[in-house]
């Protein structure tokens, strides 16, 4: 094997869950664009934080609360260079991708978009980048708009320019499709929003975990992702922003540890980004954060991009060739424009069922609209897909046993 690839199975044994049989079966977990599995170095650092230094950060002048204030600004450094944002000060710490888009639309949405507007988003969203902007446009009476998809794979740029002639306030856009699999072609769509006048906004929820990013390339004005997805913990996640914007925008939520005065009278923000983060933190989650970062780039991210890459392209050439079986998204051959997320159905069984069935065999995969129903529903014309997702700790054994679970499935439902 070159040394350049990575080895899934020196890597899974970071992960104690994959000693852990799962229906008398060794468990393949194929669902990380849910949310991925946790290395063992992750979850020392959380418990090595309560056990050793556990205090409130910002606020005590006492040894482990400076130690817990430095480990927690210290994360927001590594997530800062993590994804090229410049210093600590352009990150943001949130609940998740949800809690970031959402705090994009109800601050700077609320402060810039008016009666009349438009706002644009694509047709491949998340409801997290649907919804915020829906409940935006609602309040403003201003106008959403979907750029429509090309081939059910890509976003259609002739349509897109179009769409951009409305001159919108607002474009907000996936880099990594979570049905399609699709990569976007984010920075040559956010320099041609830039230049219709368009604030940008990038959902990278799928697409940080899994390729290197670098968010002062794209150009864009916020982005977005989620700690739980990239090896870390759930409850935090991250909202980079342009600085001359966090510091022109109002901050969503008051409380402690966001003023730098208060008076009867009237407040006074702290600076960025702590303006934006009232009362306790997770400071555990940040934590963790900083713990899987560490560990992703002790891995690389272009190998963990070329992995994907590899084993996307072996479960399509295996897929595509079972009678039946349909892929969503780009092309195989395509595997460039592709992330490691590949959905399919199997003609004429239910989704769940198929979920099911690989469930009895220890394999997980998701079944559903995947929180983008415009897109499954409206564009694919589907109730429901079956998702496979890939990353570090999978290879082409765990394609392998989906590929006879299909068959398995098939077989109970007599499908030739
Ligand atoms: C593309 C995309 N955006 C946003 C989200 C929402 O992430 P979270 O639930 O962590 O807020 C997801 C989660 O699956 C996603 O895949």
Not at 7 to 15: L, R
Not at 203 to 224: R, T
Not at 344 to 349: D, E, I, T
Request: proline residues 4%; aromatic residues 8%.
């Amino acid at each position: 094997m070159p040394a350049a690839e990575l080895d899934p199975s020196e890597i899974k044994k970071d992960f104690p869950i994959f000693d852990k049989p799962i229906n008398g079966k060794r468990l393949v977990y194929l669902d990380s664009a849910a949310t991925s599995q946790k290395p063992r170095q992750v979850v020392d650092a959380i418990v090595n934080y309560y056990y050793t230094f556990n205090a409130n950060i910002h606020r005590g002048i006492y040894k482990i609360s400076e130690q817990a204030t430095e480990e927690y600004e210290r994360s927001k450094e590594q997530v800062a260079r993590f994804v090229n944002a410049g210093k600590g000060e352009n990150i943001i710490y949130v609940r998740n991708t949800t809690e970031a888009l959402n705090t994009v639309a109800l601050t700077f949405g609320n402060k810039n978009v008016s009666e009349g507007d438009h706002i644009l988003i694509s047709d491949m969203e998340h409801h997290s980048n649907i919804v915020p902007w829906q409940l935006l446009a609602k309040r403003k009476s201003a106008t959403l708009d979907f750029a429509p998809l090309k081939d059910n794979a890509f976003i259609d740029m002739s349509s897109y320019e179009k769409l951009l002639q409305n001159n919108p306030k607002i474009v907000a856009l996936t880099h990594v499709s979570n049905v399609l699999g699709t990569i976007n072609d984010i920075k040559k769509i956010a320099s041609m929003a830039k230049k219709a006048g368009a604030t940008v906004v990038v959902d990278g929820a799928q697409s940080v975990p899994h390729m290197p990013v670098d968010v002062s390339d794209i150009g864009c004005d916020f982005f977005a992702f989620s700690a739980h997805k990239m090896l870390g913990p759930s409850g935090i996640g991250v909202l980079y922003g342009k600085k001359e914007l966090l510091e022109t925008t109002e901050p969503l939520f008051g409380g402690g540890d966001m003023i730098s005065s208060v008076r009867r009278s009237g407040s006074e923000w702290n600076e960025i980004p702590w303006k934006f983060e009232a009362g306790t933190p997770n400071i555990e989650g940040a934590i963790g954060l900083g713990a899987a970062i560490k560990y992703l780039e002790g891995i690389g991210m272009q190998r963990i991009r070329n992995h994907e890459k590899s084993i996307t392209r072996y479960a399509m050439e295996s897929i595509s060739s079972i009678p039946g079986a349909e892929i969503y998204g780009p092309k195989l051959g395509m595997t460039s424009e592709r992330g490691g997320v590949l959905s399919f159905g199997l003609n004429g069984v239910h989704p769940h069922d198929v979920s099911q069935i690989f469930d009895s065999e220890g394999i997980a995969i998701r079944a559903g609209h995947h929180c983008a129903m415009p897109l499954v529903t409206e564009v694919l014309r589907k109730g429901s897909v079956s998702r496979m997702s890939f990353y570090i700790y999978n290879d082409e054994s765990d394609v392998d046993a989906a590929v006879s679970a299909i068959k398995k499935v098939k077989s109970i439902f007599h499908i030739t």
